[in-house]
């Protein structure tokens, strides 16, 4: 198994351009989320989906959209760039058990810098 | 809103023990966890306690929660080179299971 896999690895945008991370998951998990990780800030959460089909925003919505058409599969997209979306973004996945601890597997990031 | 807090870094000698601290703010969180980060990587799961516990112990990494303090801590017994990473606390912050994570310890780990 892959397990949680990020594409691109890196990535350099203009200011105003668009682009759009992918994050696949091959553990069929039903929960997948989108992080941000800024130095000395720890991890934001910016969208998450419960399953597919299904999306919903966490802390730090504004400036993405996401999509989960697929089960395996879970969209981050940017609009509009802005160099205060300059970050590394992870990627995360899990079954979505309430009754008992759901580990949270982690992609290896996307570093996005935006000029 | 939910905060929780660590120290920035912490720096320790090979094999004496590490201790990270944490401290959270929401009482009915189930579950705590320790997800340790290396360079360059995502972030691992280490461990976690389940909030009727008051320690855990995994091999050399030992948990202890205090709840009426609110505060867990990490302790890393004999620390290798390769501990050395980031380490980030992370609480379950709503009834869906979504985690909120510290700002993460930084641990560099000195010969």
């Known amino acids: 198994n892959a397990g949680v896999t990020q594409t691109p690895k890196f990535r350099v945008l203009k200011t105003g351009q668009s682009m759009t991370l992918l994050c696949a998951q091959d553990m069929n998990h039903e929960y997948m989320y989108w992080y941000r990780q800024d130095p000395g800030m720890g991890l934001r959460l910016i969208h998450y989906s419960v399953g597919e089909g299904t999306t919903a925003k966490g802390e730090v919505p504004d400036g993405y959209n996401v999509s989960r058409l697929k089960k395996q599969n879970f969209l981050l997209g940017l609009e509009s760039a802005a160099p205060s979306q300059t970050s590394v973004y992870f990627c995360?996945?899990?079954?979505?058990?309430?009754?008992?601890?759901?580990?949270?597997?982690f992609g290896p990031g996307t570093r996005l810098t935006v000029l | 809103g939910e905060d929780v807090e660590q120290s920035l870094f912490l720096s320790v000698r090979e094999g004496d023990s590490s201790v990270i601290n944490c401290t959270y703010t929401d009482s009915s969180s189930t579950y705590l966890y320790w997800y340790k980060q290396e360079p360059g990587a995502g972030l691992q799961l280490l461990t976690y306690?389940?909030?009727?516990?008051d320690m855990k112990q995994d091999q050399r990494l030992t948990v202890l929660l205090n709840k009426k303090d609110k505060h867990l801590s990490l302790r890393i017994a004999d620390t290798q080179t390769g501990d050395s990473a980031i380490y980030f606390c992370a609480e379950v912050a709503d009834s869906w299971g979504k985690l909120q994570f510290g700002a993460g310890t930084q641990v560099v780990v000195t010969p």
């Open positions: 306690i389940f909030s009727n516990m």
């Open positions: 995360a996945s899990s079954y979505g058990r309430r009754v008992q601890a759901d580990t949270q597997y």
